[in-house]
C-alpha cells in the first residue's frame, strides 16, 4: 500500500511562487515508489482531472503545455518526496493539486487519471490577479 500526503499549498499574488510537495511512505519495506511513474495534476470543481507535470522511473519528465517552463517536477529518492516548484504562476492556475503514482516504470506522453493508482488528498493552490 502505498500512502501520499501533499502540503505547500496557499495563496499567492500572480507572478509569485510556490513549492508544493509529496511525502511518499509505503505499507511494506519491499515496496518502493522510487522507480515508479509520478505526477502532479490538478483540478477545478466540476472539470476533469488534469496532468500537469510527471517523471517517469527513469527520470523523463513530461509536462503540460500550459505550465511548460514555468513549473519543475522533481524526486528526491532519499527523502521519498516528490516535490512540483511552480514560478510565475497565474490566476488560471488555480486549482487544488494533487500527487500521482502509478505502478509502473513508465509515464505516457498524455497522463490521465485512470492511468495512476494511487493517489493524495490534494492541496489548494490560489492565484490572485
Known amino acids: 500500500q502505498v500512502q501520499l500526503v501533499e502540503s505547500g499549498g496557499g495563496s499567492v499574488q500572480s507572478g509569485g511562487s510556490l513549492n508544493i510537495s509529496c511525502a511518499v511512505t509505503?505499507?511494506?519495506?519491499?515496496?518502493?515508489?522510487?522507480?515508479?511513474?509520478m505526477g502532479w495534476f490538478r483540478q477545478i470543481p466540476g472539470n476533469e482531472r488534469e496532468g500537469v507535470a510527471t517523471?517517469?522511473?527513469?527520470?523523463?519528465?513530461i509536462y503540460a503545455d500550459s505550465v511548460k517552463g514555468r513549473f519543475t517536477i522533481s524526486r528526491n529518492v532519499a527523502t521519498s518526496t516528490l516535490y512540483l516548484q511552480m514560478n510565475n504562476l497565474k490566476p488560471e492556475d488555480t486549482a487544488m493539486y494533487y500527487c500521482?503514482?502509478?505502478?509502473?516504470?513508465?509515464?505516457?506522453?498524455?497522463?490521465?487519471?485512470?492511468?495512476?493508482?494511487?493517489w493524495g488528498q490534494g492541496t489548494q493552490v490560489t492565484v490572485s490577479s
Open positions: 517523471v517517469a522511473g527513469g527520470g523523463e519528465k
Open positions: 500521482a503514482a502509478r505502478w509502473s516504470y513508465y509515464c505516457r506522453s498524455s497522463p490521465a487519471q485512470r492511468d495512476f493508482n494511487y
Open positions: 509505503t505499507s511494506s519495506s519491499t515496496t518502493t515508489t522510487s522507480r515508479w511513474c
